[in-house]
């Protein structure tokens, strides 16, 4: 029986070269479509939380305007806060991998 684990020739399993070539590009290939994701994952986190400080706040707006705003205003300060401070965290992340990326380059 021969062995054809290592042929050389591009064999089924053949390790030469062009085949560990096309593997490195591939994984190449893998990790810029796995950052991209990570990428837009952010920033529809970003905008997700962007529509929800909205939200809150014409919420709070419209308990003032029936003057329910006090029972509400604190918590909803509180929540508008909370996403604040994840939007300034995805922006400290985004720029740190962009600020990567360029030095990559």
């Known amino acids: 029986m021969e062995d054809v684990s290592n042929t050389g020739d ?3 399993l053949g390790s030469d070269s062009s085949t560990a070539g096309r593997r ?6 893998q990790e810029l479509a796995h950052d991209k994701v990570e990428e837009n994952t952010e920033i529809n986190e970003f905008d997700m939380l962007m529509e929800e400080i909205v939200d809150r706040r014409q919420w709070l707006d419209d308990m ?3 003057g329910h705003g006090d029972a509400h205003k604190r918590q909803i300060h509180l929540e508008i806060s909370q996403r604040i401070r994840r939007l300034e965290i995805l922006d400290a992340e985004r720029t740190r991998a962009s600020g990567l990326a360029r030095a990559a380059k």
Request: aromatic letters at 0%; zero cysteines.
């Open 24 to 29: 490195g590009r591939r994984q190449k290939g």
């Open 64 to 66: 003032v305007a029936m």
């Open 10 to 12: 591009g064999g089924a």
